[in-house]
């Protein structure tokens, strides 16, 4: 089975670019927002669409702090002088309650997701908990790349125990925080966008006074400091099957930190602290409906009116699609901390087939003839777009023969391996598995081999072929063909810091390949070593071995 796949390369996807603020991610346009208030749908008309328009943005560093404390009061003044911005607001929360959840305090909910002993299981009780009171299923049928949602819960501490502008303060003060790497200092007024981060690291001294005359800060990857992000996103991947990442807002009250724009992502605007004013709007244009990439910040005049307008609350959430242009402000009374959880960058159906598409077409050309064979003599002179207006049966011929080899092109696409290539970027993109107690006992990152009283103590294999073993995770390893060699590629040993290690895999041996597909297939349930379809109790105790030591299985009970 395995040196039958086919064998091909493809260049694997640039680095995910730097995430916006409030990002948002692949999605249909759709012509309402949503907004959930006790179980029922608010629904704001389509803002009328505009040309589109690029302002380039200037990422430059600045001193500012005797410029932007005048800015930042005049501002303050102004918005509590807007009676439109008042009514607008009003409209959202006069008349209608709001949905009400329940909100588990976090840290519980994530302990009890560890007794869960299926991880697919675990991630879909994760997500429901994140969007709840709406149900799973009828959010990705009737939301997921359409509309904007919008959840008022009316309970501050729904997402407490998340991340905490504390929290925040400690890692300035214990972790190494560097600015442009793990930090952004931006501000946004008078309609300019500007980024202000100094070099080096950022310590509470420096950012603080940021803070204090008014620049917004965003974290970029708050899973690499707290194991509670990091826990949420490694379930999370798992649901979504592609990259989880996150990114945390600090706001100042009476600022805003970021131009409008677009992003690339589905974005889960996670309200932790205080409160934010958000406006979404459509895309502009069909051209802009699920975006390949994140747009340049916009000048409010190319915009429109907003289909969405609200003010988020500690323990509410806000989810739109890439391609909905928003931008968020702090109200005069109060800061805000939100995450931004996102996911599906770079992961539609046009990205899969920019790996079919190249490899199907030197496969038929090296297996079919037709593809070989040459063009018209006279091509030239009736085809390009300078004949494109010409009345020419020979155009009509031409491109009917176009269209007869793309069709018979999809029965030379390696689809299988394309999706394996996909997976193979996937797995690389990942965070690593955060381990439950049951687990860490049960793998090698918590076997019971330590110096002890002066010399090592329970070292050496216990793995039998009577211990029974699982794959760590569901989503946790994955067989692949790379030409001849069978490879494993595996996410336990990655780093909680985006690509800083090289994709984990090693080759298997021929006779390995179907027991290792045996255990992948079994999860969850756990299978005896001597059960593994191999030759012989040596080499499946090997296997074991091998596996165990890299963390992609572990025992059911500890060894």
Known sequence: MWQKVIQWSAPCSAMASLLHEGQCCMGDTASWGTVLHEGQCFMTPVADKKKRKKENGANKVHTIKAQLKPERKKKRKKLLMSPQREESLKGFTKDEECANGDGEALDALLADLANVNNSRERASK??????????????????????????????????????????????????DVQYGVNLDVTSYTNGKRKTHNPAGRALPFTVWDFYENGCSLRLLNPQAFSSTVWNVLSILQ?????????????????TQGFAPHYDDIEAFVVQLEG????????????????????????????????????????????????????????????????????????????????????????IAMEEDVEFRKGLPLDYLTYMGVQNS???????????????????????????????????????????????????????????????????????????????????????????????????????????????????????????????????????????????????STEDKVALAELLFERGIIHTAEPL
């Open 275 to 362: 409160k934010k004013h958000w406006r979404v709007y459509n895309p502009r244009s069909e051209d802009e409906v699920l975006p390949v990439l994140s747009s340049a910040n916009f000048n409010q005049i190319d915009i429109g009116k907003p289909i969405l307008e609200v003010v988020l609350e500690a323990g509410d959430l806000l989810y739109f699609p890439r391609g909905f242009i928003h931008q968020g402000d702090c109200l005069p009374d109060a800061h805000s901390l939100h995450v931004t959880i996102s996911s599906f960058q770079k992961n539609s159906w046009g990205d899969l087939l920019q790996k079919v598409v190249p490899v199907a077409l030197e």
């Open 126 to 175: 994760l997500f429901q908990w994140l969007v709840n009171p709406v149900p799973a299923k009828s959010f990705f049928s009737e939301t997921w790349e359409k509309k904007p949602i919008l959840v008022q819960r009316k309970n501050s501490d729904y997402y407490k125990g998340l991340f905490s502008t504390a929290e925040f303060d400690r890692m300035l003060r214990k972790e």
């Open 389 to 535: 207006d010409k009345a020419d049966p020979r155009r009509t011929q031409f491109l009917s023969q176009i269209q007869r080899l793309m069709k018979k092109l999809a029965t030379y696409s390696p689809v299988d391996a394309a999706v394996d290539q996909k997976a193979r970027d996937f797995f690389h993109d990942c965070l690593p598995p955060m381990l439950t107690p049951e687990e860490l006992s049960s793998s090698v990152q918590g076997a019971s081999a330590r110096w002890e009283h002066g010399q090592v103590v329970d070292v050496g294999s216990q793995i039998t072929a009577q211990t029974r073993v699982r794959v760590l995770r569901a989503g946790c390893a994955r067989l692949c063909s790379d030409g001849e060699a069978v490879n494993l590629y595996y996410t336990t040993e990655n780093s909680r810091v985006y690509h800083k290690e090289e994709l984990k895999s090693f080759e298997v041996k021929a006779e390995h390949t179907d027991a290792i597909e045996f255990l992948i297939h079994s999860y969850p349930k756990f299978l005896t070593v001597g059960s593994f379809p191999c030759d």
């Open 238 to 254: 798992e649901y979504f099957g592609s990259m989880a990442g996150a990114n945390v807002y600090l706001t100042p009250p009476g």
